[in-house]
């Protein structure tokens, strides 16, 4: 039997319960609130990546699962898809390093629909 991998999980879910919210946000987009802490509230990304780190997991992937176009246009946010995509690699990246652990960096793609 081959090695076994152990990924980080949920980060968004994660995030909701580590308190990200985003004010003025309508009810029905909180969903994108974890995607935009990358650039809001950085720190607490950076704490729940650590917190899978701690865990031993062997691979964290990006903070970006709803960082498309599709969904950021809900809140009026279309342009700062790549960018919210490159903090959420740096982030990430920044865990790994402050960890001092051989952890791998995976990028995080949405439902195919939402390109």
């Known amino acids: ?5 152990v990924l980080d999980g949920g ?7 580590c308190g990200v919210r985003v004010p003025n946000l309508p009810y029905d987009q ?6 935009l802490a990358n650039e809001t509230d950085p720190a607490t990304v950076l704490k729940a990546h650590r917190a899978y780190i701690a865990t031993g997991c062997q691979c ?6 709803v960082a498309t176009k599709y969904s950021l246009s809900k809140v ?9 995509s490159q903090l959420a690699g ?3 990246r920044q865990a790994v390093t ?3 652990l051989p952890v791998m960096v995976a990028g995080s793609l949405p439902p195919l629909q939402e390109r």
């Open 1 to 5: 039997m081959g090695k076994l991998l």
């Open 11 to 17: 980060l968004g879910h994660l995030l909701k319960h």
């Open 30 to 35: 909180q969903f994108l609130a974890g995607t």
């Open 60 to 65: 964290i992937t990006t903070n970006n699962f």
């Open 76 to 84: 009026q946010r279309r342009a700062d898809a790549i960018k919210l």
């Open 90 to 92: 740096l982030l990430a």
């Open 98 to 100: 402050a960890s001092g």
